[in-house]
């Protein structure tokens, strides 16, 4: 069974850093993409970034030139670095993980999320 487990939330001030960390665990072949949603108080859930198995990135409007995300394909791991973080920042950041191959086949998974919030 494959399992999506986030790390690297918190409380920050806002002009501040985090990053966040998504293993994934289990029999798993390979992956294709690994990105980044999130969902504010209130708001409806919101793309942040995601990465290719090859490295090709993409980034919605509202993080582009702040964050960054980056993978480990030897440890089916994607993080992402938060910077100059803003007050706007502050949401429940879930992973996903697109095409996920095992045995058994190939579906998506999402992790359960994480909380992070930025204080102005």
């Known amino acids: 069974q494959v399992q999506l487990v986030e790390s690297g939330g918190g409380l920050v001030q806002a002009g501040g850093s985090l990053r966040l960390s998504c293993a994934a665990s289990g029999n798993i072949f390979s992956i294709d993409g690994m990105g980044w949603y999130r969902q504010a108080p209130g708001k409806q859930r919101e793309f942040v970034a995601v990465?290719?198995?090859?490295?090709?990135?993409n980034y919605a409007d509202s993080v582009k030139g702040r964050f960054t995300i980056s993978r480990d394909n030897a440890k089916n791991t994607a993080y992402l670095q938060m910077n100059s973080l803003k007050p706007e920042d502050t949401a429940v950041y879930s992973c996903k993980a697109w095409a996920v191959r095992t045995i058994i086949g190939g579906r998506d998974y999402w992790g359960q999320g994480t909380q992070v919030t930025v204080s102005s």
């Open positions: 990465i290719g198995s090859g490295g090709s990135t």
